[in-house]
């Protein structure tokens, strides 16, 4: 695939996102949301084919990663902030409307833009992330019960507990992160262990390149961002998870924008099963499900991918 684009520095919402762009100004805008522990590099396998296929692609690092602003405080890392972020750069390039793609935690934050910014979101796009109910209780709830009080979203709840395991082993977390992923048959025998991501990352000791999904080049570009950023901002957004479900009591989350989601069958974190509600929730919906695919369908199955995303946009936002 060709290079990234270089970024740019754009002020929104009150900070400046490092934000690549690529493709025609004047084709319709496509926004890409990355998740953690990523950046907007994430879509580099991507930005090539949508940029051919006449896209304007806007590919911002969220804010508290790679080489933008990184606020210190838990509560600047809100649903409310982390869309007023995409909405403001949205303003900023000039676009009134952008389809939203969003992976991992950039999909929650592009359904919630789809829920509290509708006039926004000419359509939404899940890959591996659906779009949800509300739960009766807190999602940190949930977790407990999937993974007991050392599943890694739990143990994220600590100030800086996290943050220590991390630092200063960069290249080994990516190594750790990125490995190729059990097959979807074996995945429920391996739980709850498999959530208990900081307790197993210091027992980590190597893995050999072959049982890699992303290559040792593109590994080494996360680590030195991560060496620069730090892994604080990232984390704060999962230390919202329990505010921004109080947040989104009595919000309607049915959708009737064109939504399109995307499933890897390997996912521990994020099943194809999730996307069951889906049908419920929004009005117009296609789902595709890409086999022998693990968490980072963008670096695993890119040509998969990147077909249902062209096929799907040529469709219902033709350039």
Same mark, same amino acid.
């Given at each position: 695939?060709?290079?990234?684009?270089?970024?740019?520095?754009?002020?929104?919402? !009150?900070?400046?996102?490092?934000?690549? &762009?690529?493709?025609? =100004?004047? $084709?319709? %805008?496509?926004?890409?949301?990355? #998740?953690?522990?990523?950046?907007?590099?994430?879509?580099?396998?991507?930005?090539?084919?949508?940029?051919?296929?006449?896209?304007?692609?806007?590919?911002?690092?969220?804010?508290?990663?790679?080489?933008?602003?990184?606020?210190?405080?838990?509560?600047?890392?809100?649903?409310?902030?982390?869309?007023?972020?995409?909405?403001?750069?949205?303003?900023?390039?000039?676009?009134?409307?952008a389809v939203f793609i969003g992976h991992d935690w950039g999909?929650?934050?592009?359904?919630?833009?789809?829920?509290?910014?509708?006039?926004?979101?000419?359509?939404?796009?899940?890959?591996?992330?659906?779009?949800?109910?509300?739960?009766?209780?807190?999602?940190?709830?949930?977790?407990?019960?999937? !993974?007991?009080?050392?599943?890694?979203? &739990?143990?994220?709840? =600590?100030? $800086?507990? %996290?943050?220590?395991?991390?630092? #200063?082993?960069?290249?080994?977390?990516?190594?750790?992160?990125?490995?190729?992923?059990?097959?979807?048959?074996?995945?429920?025998?391996?739980?709850?262990?498999?959530?208990?991501i900081p307790k197993l990352f210091q027992e980590f000791t190597?893995?050999?390149?072959?049982?890699?999904?992303?290559?040792?080049?593109?590994?080494?570009?996360?680590?030195?961002?991560?060496?620069?950023?730090?892994?604080?901002?990232?984390?704060?957004?999962?230390?919202?998870?329990?505010?921004?479900?109080?947040?989104?009591?009595?919000?309607?989350?049915?959708?009737?924008?064109?939504?399109?989601?995307?499933?890897?069958?390997?996912?521990?974190?994020?099943?194809?099963?999730?996307?069951?509600?889906?049908?419920?929730?929004?009005?117009?919906?296609?789902?595709?499900?890409?086999?022998?695919?693990?968490?980072?369908?963008?670096?695993?199955?890119?040509?998969?991918?990147?077909?249902?995303?062209?096929?799907?946009?040529?469709?219902?936002?033709?350039?």
């Amino acid at each position: 695939m060709s290079d990234f684009p270089a970024p740019q520095r754009i002020r929104t919402n !009150g900070i400046e996102l490092s934000v690549h &762009l690529a493709g025609p =100004e004047t $084709g319709p %805008a496509l926004l890409l949301a990355h #998740g953690w522990p990523e950046l907007a590099y994430s879509w580099k396998n991507q930005v090539q084919p949508l940029a051919e296929a006449g896209y304007r692609v806007i590919i911002p690092d969220l804010r508290g990663f790679g080489g933008s602003d990184c606020p210190t405080d838990v509560e600047s890392y809100t649903m409310d902030i982390m869309v007023a972020d995409l909405t403001g750069l949205l303003d900023t390039l000039g676009h009134e409307k952008a389809v939203f793609i969003g992976h991992d935690w950039g999909g929650i934050i592009i359904w919630h833009a789809a829920m509290l910014a509708p006039e926004r979101v000419a359509g939404a796009v899940g890959v591996n992330t659906p779009h949800l109910p509300r739960g009766a209780n807190p999602p940190t709830d949930a977790f407990m019960e999937m !993974g007991g009080p050392d599943h890694y979203i &739990l143990k994220f709840q =600590e100030i $800086g507990y %996290a943050e220590e395991i991390f630092t #200063g082993r960069e290249d080994d977390f990516f190594a750790f992160m990125m490995g190729k992923p059990p097959s979807a048959e074996e995945l429920d025998g391996l739980y709850p262990a498999i959530t208990h991501i900081p307790k197993l990352f210091q027992e980590f000791t190597g893995r050999a390149e072959e049982r890699m999904v992303v290559g040792p080049k593109d590994r080494a570009y996360y680590a030195q961002a991560y060496r620069q950023s730090g892994y604080a901002g990232g984390i704060n957004l999962y230390r919202n998870f329990d505010r921004n479900w109080e947040r989104m009591a009595g919000v309607d989350h049915r959708l009737d924008m064109p939504c399109l989601m995307i499933s890897a069958d390997a996912d521990f974190m994020l099943p194809p099963k999730l996307a069951m509600w889906m049908p419920a929730l929004c009005q117009d919906l296609e789902h595709h499900i890409i086999a022998d695919c693990g968490h980072w369908t963008m670096w695993e199955k890119p040509e998969a991918l990147n077909a249902h995303l062209v096929d799907w946009l040529k469709r219902r936002f033709p350039a």
